[in-house]
C-alpha cells in the first residue's frame, strides 16, 4: 500500500472554535455546521464583493483578480473533467477567495482558521485563501510562489469541491463523517492522476508518528478532536485508500456510491459497500485502522 501521510495540518478545521464542539456523529456535526452557514451567509450579503464571471464564479477580495483566476480555472477545468461522465449535474457554485480581513468579517473563523479552504453546502461557497503564505503556513510549509501558480495547498480545493459534488449536486450524505472525507479525496485524485500537471494533494513522507486514535469509530466519535496531527493521520489513511482503488475502479466507485444511496439502492454501510467491491484492498487497508 502506498506509504503516506498528509502534512499534519490537512485539518479541514484545525484550531478553530470548531474544534472545540463536541460531535454524536455525522448528523450532529452537519447540524452545527448548517447552522453556521446560514450566519456566514447572511454576513457575506451584506458586503459587496468584485466577481469574476465564468462557469463557476469567483467573489474575490479586493486586488485578488489574478490569484481568483487561477484557482478558478484548476476548479473549472476538475468540473470539466467531471461533467461528461456525470452529465446530468451542474456545478453551480460560487468560488470566494478572501484576504484575512474579509474572512473574519464574514465570520468564517466559526469553521476554519484563514488559509483553510473549506466549503459549505447550504450556501454554495468554496472558500479558498487569497494569502498564498497563509494556506502554506497551516501546513506547516512555504509557498513563495506567485498567484498564477497553484502549489500543492491549492489544491485543497478539488477535496472541497468533491464535497460539493457529493453534497450538495449529488444530494449524498454517507451517514459517516469518514467516508465523506474519504470520497472528497477520492474525487479529488481521480482529477488528479489524469492531470499530472498539478500537484496534487499534499503529502510528505512517513514520519514515524503513532496515532493516539486509529479506528473509524473513535474518528466518528470524536472527528477533528482526534487532535491535529492524527486527524492528519487519518487524512493519510483516507488518500492511501484512494490510491489503491484507483487503478481499478477510477470514477466508477464515485457511481457505487451514488448508486447504493439511491432510491433504488441496497443503502450498505459504506464499509461493507468497500468489502464487497474491493474486499483485499479494503480488508487490507483496514489492518491499518486497528
Sequence with gaps: MKSIITI???LLFALGSFAQQQFAGAKDYYRFEAREAARIGDAINKFHWDTLQGKIPVLYSKNYEVR???IQAMVEECAAFYQPKFPDIKFDLYIMVLNQKDWNKIHLTTLSNYGMPN??????KLFAAADKKAVAKIFGGTDNTSDTHLSQFDCIALHEL???????FNKLYTGKLWTDEFLASYFA??????HKEYPGLPQVGE???????????D???LYSNVGDQNYGWYQAQFQNLGYELYPKFKTRLINEFIKNASPEGKKLDPLALLQQIAPEITNQWLKEMK
Excluded: D, N, V
Design 119 to 124: 466549503y459549505l453546502p447550504e450556501i454554495r
Design 219 to 221: 474518528l466518528e466519535r
Design 68 to 70: 481568483a483566476k487561477a
Design 8 to 10: 499534519t495540518a490537512f
Design 207 to 217: 514520519t514515524g508518528y503513532t496515532p493516539k486514535y486509529r479506528t473509524l469509530a
Design 162 to 168: 468533491g464535497h460539493a459534488f457529493l453534497q450538495t
Design 189 to 194: 485524485i481521480c482529477f488528479f492522476e489524469q
